[in-house]
DNA sequence: GAGTGGTCTAGACCACGAG
DNA sequence: TCGTGGTCTAGACCACTCA
């Protein structure tokens, strides 16, 4: 039952008879319109919600989300988009604060724990919805960073960090899916039920020190990552 | 209530005082002792089946599930497992079929619509446990492959492809979080409500022709996947 | 205060698994 | 057949939003 009543909707926001933005009718409404019960009803809405489809806000009602465009993160460390989106609905909200290596972080780093670390804590927005949370961190020796409160994209923080860090050797990338924590969830405004990325970033510099750790979450209905490995058949370097 | 009586049911998991494979109480047992009603016992333990803790067999029981060992995909196409894992206890299934190139497929492999493909469906066990899915396209002129319907791992997959195939150029991964679908969910045992990490893998081989493309299904709660770009400093080649 | 979604209750009925 | 989980009902009560 729960899954005929999402197949409908589903179709009635795949073909446009209902737009993006539009509020669906109230979950009482919708109850009675197909004969079932509040929860039955709810459970629908919970399928749709897990595809990306609706947003529920509560107190306002149930709205078809708007499609956003696609979100492709770059190996090696950059941001994406696969279409032309605007410049200027771009935007990436950064806050900096000292902290120090704690449990996981001073290993990913190789430092001692608890010495000094720059955290980075980055929100990338299109027009007003949050597409990605990252959060680089860095050993207060090697960069001294500085960056704005908000600057115009990606590019930009990725331009801060190469500049004040050393010159890089390799980025090692642990991508996993998971369901996001609440505080994730809530971040990015998506449902609980929704597949996130979670992508766990190393970079060494050329001296051997791990120069950055970065934690990036990414919303799983509209980005995804993007590898390419070069296979050498001639000679073969140590590529792990 | 769902979160605190899932809290208290997963600390007796991790604790250990319920034990792998072991059954829980019936739900109405729970429900009485932690004086809720069915629904929502059933949605505190739907929280722990979406973390991949407990397993629901319906007619049998809530299981805790045993903690099975990670998997790791390697970017440019090799499976690996973290820890020492007893190597009897691995195999992959393998089927081959004979299809034809079917729209994105087509596209992905850069070739004719309805040309003539191999198939690889590919099963990954641990066990008797399901960690991994994998389907493989090869251009049926390129690679005249045949494979046992059991092999004992994924390097024999690999070494399989690798001598049937051409020389690889580069390897372009996307790497995707969502949901499983119900099959892919039935395949791999795992609950609808756990992500999954979808990798689909295009190589090129080194006439420019693309070589093989794979779609990769991982359990989201034991699988993720590692990258290593390195970062040409002195000359620079066309990474991309 | 009216209308919305969020959560929970108590219980019915069905489907599956094992003896 | 019995005990299990799977699904649905009808309705209560609370929290949030907005006029």
């Given at each position: 039952m729960r899954y005929s009543i999402a197949d409908d909707l589903r179709a009635r926001i795949i073909t446009g008879r209902l737009k993006p933005d539009e509020r669906l009718p109230s979950e009482a409404k919708l109850a009675a319109h197909y004969r079932v019960s509040t929860p039955t009803l709810r459970n629908a809405l919970a399928v749709l919600q897990g595809e990306g489809l609706i947003e529920k806000i509560h107190g306002k009602g149930n709205f078809v989300r708007r499609q956003l465009h696609q979100l492709t993160y770059v190996g090696g460390g950059h941001m994406a988009f696969d279409r032309e989106v605007p410049r200027a609905s771009l935007r990436v909200t950064v806050r900096m604060t000292n902290t120090r290596a704690r449990g996981s972080l001073a290993s990913l780093l190789k430092v001692p724990l608890h010495s000094p670390l720059s955290e980075l804590l980055c929100v990338g927005y299109e027009g007003e919805s949050p597409h990605s949370l990252m959060r680089v961190y860095v050993p207060r020796d090697l960069a001294p960073i500085t960056l704005q409160a908000?600057?115009?994209?990606?590019g930009s923080v990725e331009a801060a960090l190469a500049e004040a860090r050393p010159a890089l050797a390799d980025t090692q990338e642990t991508v996993a899916a998971r369901l996001p924590t609440r505080s994730e969830a809530a971040a990015l405004r998506i449902s609980t039920a929704l597949a996130i990325l979670a992508i766990t970033r190393v970079s060494t510099g050329i001296t051997g020190r791990v120069a950055e750790a970065a934690h990036l979450v990414l919303a799983g209905d509209r980005a995804n990552a993007l590898f390419t490995t070069l296979h050498m058949t001639r000679e073969r370097p140590a590529q792990r």
């Open positions: 908000e600057v115009p994209c990606w």
